[in-house]
């Protein structure tokens, strides 16, 4: 019987190590055949990348997943080129005329990747793949996000904006004994980002959340949009793993569900109680309640109003308030632009004029510290992402290379926008850039995408952000607060030769790691002389 016994543990233990040769056997011919097929069969076999890349997409999605898609993009365009793979059937391109090329084509079209940004089950217009769809859903919207329309919401934009900002800090000043005050921006321009957009897309103000303080208020923010944004990426895993990991924070999605649902319910009510079309608010949530299908005159249903909102309240607040953030936080470490931006606003429009600035006035008067703006979203992109389309037949052929249809084709804009090849001293923050005579370099700059499917809020985020800065700038003096030392124009990052920007956070989008330490800067009245 022991006999016996033995000879069936032997005989198991060979039964165990056969299935794991086996095994081992059969994982080493998948790798064989996706390297030999990748080197040898592919149809994108003749374009440069890494080869893990070519036979993985776990290459790139492992960097989605940890909010460093865009620096890995700049990493494979400035060791490969302006066109490399960076996964089994894609490609990445680096040269802004390529981009451009590719957004603006018809045969480059949306693919199931956006189906990860439908945030709540229903398709708002980033999600939706379907051009047809894409397009109605922008004519609906367009005329909303117009010059004429986004003019009469300017007043509020003002009101929750720059006067809500000079407000604050002019208590400040009046409080304090010898003429200054140390604040935190990033905690000022998140605040007052959210309230514009809170304002504008669910007709309330932030105090509606019952929030106790400016920080409380500050961190909701951050949390719902991280939140939102990770909702999106664990729909790259199975299922169950999906709902497993997004339970512990639903309760936050619920919070901003209830707050957008009530939202459009007391907008419906108070047109009930106007019943006048003339007294109808000037703002995004009325817009969604009103725009409707040339066609066949149907309007959006309250779970699509809901869906627009979040995404409203994602693309509107976090990447204004950063790229403000950015902004300043490069004039402090650039006196010389610092110095140059002053004397523009001041000399266009002198401290002691109206306490308002319009979009108007400031984009005619301003076109430095439109350039600073500019040079700050190249710089520092607030967006940690590459924007992907979908090759459809016959195909498209970039840098001599025929991609056929099916191939993922990754705009990789941060790699443009710090791509040698194209910007001389890329590190380097110079607004002076863009200001050359017959320069275009604003068109190759991508932070609002480009061509059909451009960002609809462009020109919205750009009456923010630019009466915000002229306001700032002619009113106030900014210098770094007595002995910070963290950052400026002396603390050079020996890996660029400039001055070292603040350490940053770059979980999808590009945000300051610490904001309490290294956001803050000594104001007081603006000098005359």
Same mark, same amino acid.
Request: charged content about 20%; glycine content about 8%.
């Given at each position: 019987?022991?006999?016996?016994?033995?000879?069936?543990?032997?005989?198991?233990?060979?039964c165990?190590?056969?299935?794991? %040769?086996? *095994? /081992?056997? @059969?994982?080493? #011919?998948?790798v =064989?055949y996706? &390297?030999? +097929?990748? $080197?040898? !069969?592919?149809?994108?076999?003749?374009?440069?990348?890494?080869l893990?890349?070519?036979?993985?997409?776990?290459?790139?999605?492992?960097?989605?997943v940890?909010?460093?898609?865009a620096?890995?993009?700049?990493?494979?365009?400035?060791?490969?080129?302006?066109?490399?793979?960076?996964?089994?059937?894609?490609?990445?391109?680096?040269?802004?005329?390529d981009?451009?090329?590719?957004?603006?084509?018809?045969l480059?079209?949306?693919?199931?990747?956006?189906?990860?940004?439908?945030?709540?089950?229903?398709?708002?217009?980033?999600?939706?793949?379907?051009?047809?769809?894409?397009?109605?859903?922008?004519?609906?919207l367009?005329?909303?996000?117009s010059?004429?329309?986004?003019?009469?919401?300017?007043?509020l934009?003002?009101?929750?904006?720059?006067?809500?900002?000079?407000?604050? %800090?002019? *208590? /400040?000043? @009046?409080?304090? #004994?010898d003429? =200054?005050?140390? &604040?935190? +921006?990033? $905690?000022? !321009?998140?605040?007052?980002?959210?309230?514009?957009?809170s304002?504008?897309?669910?007709?309330?103000?932030?105090?509606?959340?019952?929030?106790?303080?400016?920080?409380?208020s500050?961190r909701?923010?951050?949390?719902?949009?991280t939140?939102?944004?990770?909702?999106?990426?664990?729909?790259?895993?199975?299922?169950?793993?999906?709902?497993?990991?997004?339970?512990?924070f639903?309760?936050?999605?619920?919070?901003?569900?209830?707050?957008?649902?009530g939202s459009?319910?007391?907008r419906?009510?108070?047109?009930?109680?106007?019943?006048?079309d003339?007294?109808?608010?000037?703002?995004l949530?009325?817009?969604?309640?009103?725009?409707?299908?040339a066609?066949?005159?149907?309007?959006?249903?309250?779970?699509?109003?809901?869906?627009?909102?979040?995404?409203?309240?994602?693309?509107?607040?976090?990447?204004?308030?950063?790229?403000?953030?950015w902004?300043?936080?490069?004039?402090m470490?650039?006196?010389?632009?610092y110095?140059?931006?002053?004397?523009?606003?001041?000399?266009?429009?002198?401290?002691?004029?109206?306490?308002?600035?319009t979009?108007?006035?400031?984009?005619?008067?301003?076109?430095?510290?439109?350039?600073?703006?500019?040079?700050?979203?190249?710089?520092?992109?607030v967006?940690?992402?590459?924007?992907?389309?979908?090759?459809?037949?016959?195909?498209?052929?970039?840098?001599?290379?025929?991609?056929?249809?099916?191939?993922?084709?990754f705009?990789?804009m941060?790699g443009?926008?710090?791509?040698?090849?194209?910007?001389?001293?890329?590190?380097?923050?110079?607004?002076?850039?863009?200001?050359?005579?017959?320069?275009?370099?604003?068109?190759?700059?991508?932070?609002?995408?480009?061509g059909?499917?451009?960002?609809l809020g462009?020109?919205?985020?750009?009456?923010?952000?630019?009466?915000?800065?002229?306001?700032?700038?002619?009113?106030?003096?900014?210098?770094?607060?007595?002995?910070?030392?963290?950052?400026?124009?002396?603390?050079?990052?020996p890996?660029?030769?400039?001055?070292?920007?603040?350490?940053?956070s770059?979980?999808?989008?590009?945000k300051?790691?610490?904001q309490?330490?290294?956001?803050r800067?000594t104001?007081?009245?603006?000098?005359?002389?």
């Amino acid at each position: 019987m022991a006999a016996h016994a033995g000879d069936a543990r032997v005989l198991g233990a060979m039964c165990d190590a056969g299935v794991l %040769w086996a *095994a /081992l056997g @059969a994982v080493a #011919a998948l790798v =064989s055949y996706r &390297v030999i +097929y990748a $080197l040898y !069969f592919s149809p994108l076999r003749h374009i440069p990348g890494p080869l893990l890349a070519r036979t993985t997409r776990t290459y790139l999605e492992a960097a989605a997943v940890c909010g460093r898609l865009a620096e890995h993009g700049r990493q494979i365009g400035e060791r490969y080129g302006d066109i490399a793979v960076c996964q089994p059937n894609s490609v990445c391109i680096t040269d802004p005329a390529d981009i451009r090329k590719v957004l603006s084509s018809p045969l480059c079209v949306k693919g199931d990747y956006y189906a990860l940004l439908r945030f709540t089950g229903v398709d708002n217009m980033i999600s939706m793949t379907h051009s047809e769809s894409v397009s109605k859903r922008r004519r609906m919207l367009g005329p909303f996000f117009s010059t004429s329309y986004v003019g009469k919401m300017e007043p509020l934009i003002a009101q929750y904006g720059s006067k809500a900002i000079v407000q604050r %800090w002019d *208590a /400040l000043l @009046a409080q304090s #004994a010898d003429g =200054s005050a140390t &604040v935190n +921006y990033g $905690l000022t !321009f998140g605040l007052c980002t959210f309230n514009i957009i809170s304002r504008l897309v669910y007709g309330q103000e932030v105090a509606a959340l019952d929030l106790t303080s400016d920080s409380e208020s500050l961190r909701w923010i951050h949390r719902s949009n991280t939140y939102l944004s990770l909702r999106a990426l664990l729909q790259l895993f199975p299922r169950p793993v999906f709902h497993a990991a997004k339970w512990p924070f639903d309760h936050m999605y619920h919070q901003i569900a209830d707050y957008i649902y009530g939202s459009i319910d007391a907008r419906r009510r108070l047109l009930a109680a106007l019943g006048v079309d003339d007294q109808r608010p000037a703002d995004l949530l009325q817009a969604l309640l009103d725009c409707e299908d040339a066609g066949s005159r149907v309007r959006l249903s309250s779970e699509e109003i809901h869906a627009e909102s979040l995404l409203l309240m994602i693309g509107g607040v976090d990447p204004t308030a950063f790229t403000l953030i950015w902004t300043v936080h490069l004039l402090m470490l650039y006196p010389e632009c610092y110095r140059r931006a002053v004397r523009e606003v001041r000399g266009a429009l002198p401290p002691g004029g109206s306490a308002e600035i319009t979009y108007a006035a400031a984009r005619g008067a301003l076109p430095y510290l439109e350039a600073c703006i500019q040079e700050s979203m190249r710089l520092v992109p607030v967006a940690s992402v590459m924007i992907p389309r979908t090759v459809l037949a016959p195909g498209l052929t970039l840098r001599g290379h025929h991609l056929p249809p099916g191939t993922t084709v990754f705009a990789n804009m941060y790699g443009s926008h710090m791509s040698p090849r194209y910007w001389a001293d890329p590190r380097r923050f110079d607004p002076a850039r863009f200001l050359e005579p017959g320069s275009r370099r604003a068109h190759c700059v991508f932070t609002f995408g480009y061509g059909s499917r451009i960002c609809l809020g462009k020109h919205m985020a750009w009456t923010n952000m630019l009466t915000i800065m002229a306001t700032l700038l002619r009113r106030y003096d900014f210098a770094l607060p007595a002995g910070y030392s963290r950052t400026g124009p002396a603390v050079i990052d020996p890996a660029t030769g400039y001055p070292k920007i603040m350490p940053m956070s770059q979980f999808l989008s590009r945000k300051p790691a610490d904001q309490d330490a290294d956001c803050r800067v000594t104001i007081s009245r603006a000098s005359t002389g």
